[in-house]
């Protein structure tokens, strides 16, 4: 099992930079890929960031592509997300997400371990 914890989630400005940041304990070695998911009010969840532990090879949505930054530190096992130029369709509850079988970055099918989602909220 492998347990994820989201924090730094908060409310800013339109324009303005935020990071979130998720820490995993547990059965870390098994992980292979991991992202980052939102989902705003009234909305399904999407796939907002990805990368593949190991290598550090990362994928973006479209909508975040050249504002938002996902990174990782595999020696404290925590998975960031920086934001900048926030707008107010950023507003969601951003969930981080883990896989121990799939590469795929974008389907949420293939990630077994979720946490619990850090609210960001974008105001004009």
């Known amino acids: 099992q492998v347990q994820l914890v989201e924090s730094g989630g908060g409310s800013v400005q339109v324009g303005e930079s935020l990071e979130v940041s998720c820490r995993f304990s547990g059965n870390t070695y098994t992980i292979i890929t991991m992202a980052w998911f939102r989902q705003a009010p009234a909305a399904e969840r999407e796939f907002v960031s990805g990368i593949t532990w190991s290598t550090g090879n990362t994928a973006y949505a479209d909508a975040v592509k050249g504002r938002f930054t996902i990174s990782r530190d595999v020696v404290l096992n925590n998975l960031r997300l920086h934001m900048n130029n926030l707008k107010p369709g950023d507003t969601a509850v951003y969930y981080c997400?883990?896989?121990?079988?799939?590469?795929?970055?974008?389907?949420?099918?293939?990630?077994?371990?979720w946490g619990q989602g850090t609210q960001v909220t974008v105001s004009s």
């Open positions: 997400a883990a896989s121990s079988r799939s590469y795929d970055y974008t389907d949420q099918g293939h990630y077994d371990y």
